[in-house]
């Protein structure tokens, strides 16, 4: 039982470098969603999606882009990395049911110099 | 919009103390509560949550937290600390009738001291 699987966990980049984080999971979710961590900030929510083929913003979605062409997968896209996006990425997938709960992998740290 | 308050981004109890984690909530209509928790290096678990049907809601590993309504709080609490329990608490709300927006708090870092 797979759950929610994050990819690279850990990531160095340059500044003005593009990569992708993946997240994938097996649980037939319709939501999925990224946050960042920064100390003292809590989780900021970046960008998610309510089913396949649907995205929105979230409280922090300035220099980042993301796509759902499939339920499994949620990329995110750093188009040109900045040291403020130095960070701890989370992806996060819950089902349709307002009471589920988040099921989170375990983060993509990310370090851009 | 709702939104959720930690007081206290750091917490340090006795191991076998009480520890109790202050979360209040803002929210134009009924929320639905959770707290959550990270151990290092790891990504969040759900500890329990608040869906109306009781007030006092219990979790993994014993703790519980009671929504109480006028004082708009959802503290989490434990009587016993272990030193297990050292870990960032995280109090999240959603509103009802919106799924897909979870808010977090800023997170409490609870340290145990033997």
């Known amino acids: 039982n797979a759950g929610v699987t994050q990819t690279p966990k850990f990531q160095v980049l340059k500044t003005g470098q593009s990569m992708t984080l993946q997240c994938a999971q097996d649980?037939?979710?319709?939501?999925m969603s990224w946050y960042r961590q920064d100390p003292g900030m809590g989780l900021r929510l970046i960008h998610y999606?309510?089913?396949?083929?649907?995205?929105d913003q979230g409280e922090v979605p300035n220099g980042y882009n993301v796509s759902r062409s499939t339920t499994e997968d949620f990329p995110l896209r750093l188009l040109s990395a900045a040291p403020s996006q130095t960070s701890v990425y989370f992806c996060a997938s819950k089902s349709r049911d307002i009471i589920s709960p988040l099921h989170f992998g375990n983060g993509t740290r990310l370090t851009v110099t | 919009a709702q939104s959720v308050t930690q007081l206290g981004s750091h917490v340090s109890v006795s191991e076998g103390a009480l520890v109790l984690l202050r979360c209040n909530y803002s929210s134009s209509v009924p929320p639905y509560l959770f707290w959550y928790v990270q151990y290092p290096n790891q990504g969040l678990q759900l500890l329990l949550k608040?869906?109306?049907?009781?007030?006092l809601v219990k979790g993994i590993n014993g703790f519980e937290a009671e929504f109480k309504k006028s004082e708009t709080s959802f503290h989490l609490t434990k009587p016993s600390a272990h030193m297990s329990d050292a870990a960032e608490y995280f109090c999240a709300v959603i509103a009802s009738g919106g799924y897909q927006k979870v808010t977090f708090g800023i997170g409490t870092k609870l340290q145990v001291i033997p």
């Open positions: 608040y869906t109306s049907a009781a007030t």
């Open positions: 999606s309510v089913g396949a083929g649907i995205t």
């Open positions: 649980m037939n979710h319709e939501y």
